[in-house]
Structures are given as C-alpha cells and as structure tokens.
C-alpha cells in the first residue's frame, strides 16, 4: 500500500503564491510519473502537471510560466510551486504518484505497480 500525504493549500490573493506538497509512504519500490490534478467546482478534474523520474516535465498551458513541478526522490515528494496566482486557479488540487510497489506473495516478495491519490487540498483566490 502507499499513502499520500498532501499539504500547503489555502486562500490567497490574486498574484499571490502557495506551495504544495505531496508526500508519498509505504511499501514503495520505485516512483515513475509524478503529478498534480485539479478539480473547478463544476469541472472534471485536469492535468495541472507531472514529472517523470527522468526529469522530464509537462506544464498545462493555462499554468505554463506561473507554476513549477519538482521532486525531491529521497524523500518521495512531489512539489508544486504556484506564483502568480489567478481566481481561476482556485480548485482542489490533488497529486498522483505512479510506480512499483513490494507485495507479499506465495513464492515471496513481488513487484506491483500503483496509480495512488492524494486527498486533495483546496487552493482558493480571491480577494
């Protein structure tokens, strides 16, 4: 089982900035993709960004410029640094984390991928 453990929302002005946190636990192998989602009151939840064990990352349009992903893989975390910030922007943002995980089985232990969530954690803009 991993667990994620998500921090750092709450409400902000316009232009200003938040940084999340995702902090992923348990039984893990290795991490592949890292990522942040978010959900707008009335939306489906969307791709804000990801990064790849490999280094290479993905920025929504809509964020380009104004959002920075990065992961520190010691300590299996995944950050999202949020400047500027537009009313738009508000939405609960969630992380997602992708890798092998260790399981217990007859022959001993295996390998099992995992697609695991964050709780998610309201980011709010306004004035």
């Known amino acids: 089982q991993v667990q994620l453990v998500e921090s750092g929302g709450g409400l902000v002005q316009p232009g200003g900035s938040l940084r999340l946190s995702c902090a992923a636990s348990g039984s893990i192998f290795s991490i592949n993709a890292m990522g942040w989602y978010r959900r707008s009151p009335g939306k489906q939840r969307e791709l804000v960004a990801a990064?790849?064990?490999?280094?290479?990352?993905d920025y929504a349009d809509y964020v380009k410029g104004r959002f920075t992903i990065s992961r520190d893989n010691a300590k299996n975390t995944v950050y999202l640094q949020m400047n500027s910030l537009k009313p738009e922007d508000t939405a609960v943002y969630y992380c997602n984390v992708e890798g092998l995980a260790t399981a217990q089985a007859m022959a001993g232990i295996t390998l099992v991928s995992f697609n695991s969530w964050g709780q998610g954690t309201q980011v709010t803009v306004s004035s």
């Open positions: 990064a790849t064990s490999g280094g290479t990352t």
